[in-house]
């Protein structure tokens, strides 16, 4: 059974620090890029970060200008993303992502957590 199991998120002041965790169960991590997803009430999700399944390249949206920091342990089945200088309109409900390197997939699969709330307020 697929599991993508976000954790990390809460309260936090501007300025302030989190890191998020997803613990990725039931698929071969390894094979698989993964992606932090953002999406803020009455709005669309957005890509926030993605990171090859080797962990050699990422990339990040524009509105994290150097803020965030997407990593991954393929040891562990964990992908982090470290997000700092947050600011209110980082509020949102952050979702991890898995999908499948087309490398190794003719048909790519493509799974999701169920979010972690974070929310930047004084």
């Known amino acids: 059974q697929v599991q993508l199991v976000e954790s990390g998120g809460g309260l936090v002041q501007p300025g302030g620090s989190l890191r998020l965790s997803c613990a990725a169960s039931?698929?071969?991590?390894?094979?698989?890029?993964m992606s932090w997803y953002r999406q803020a009430p009455g709005k669309e999700r957005e890509l926030v970060a993605s990171?090859?399944?080797?962990?050699?390249?990422?990339d990040y949206a524009d509105f994290v200008e150097g803020r965030f920091t997407i990593s991954r342990d393929n040891a562990k089945n964990t992908v982090y993303l470290q997000m700092n200088s947050l600011k209110p309109e980082d509020t949102a409900v952050y979702y991890c992502?898995?999908?499948?390197?087309?490398?190794?997939?003719?048909?790519?699969?493509?799974?999701w957590g169920q979010g972690t709330q974070v929310t930047v307020s004084s």
């Open positions: 992502n898995a999908r499948g390197s087309p490398r190794y997939f003719a048909r790519i699969p493509d799974y």
């Open positions: 039931g698929f071969t991590f390894k094979l698989y890029a």
């Open positions: 990171i090859t399944n080797t962990g050699g390249s990422t």
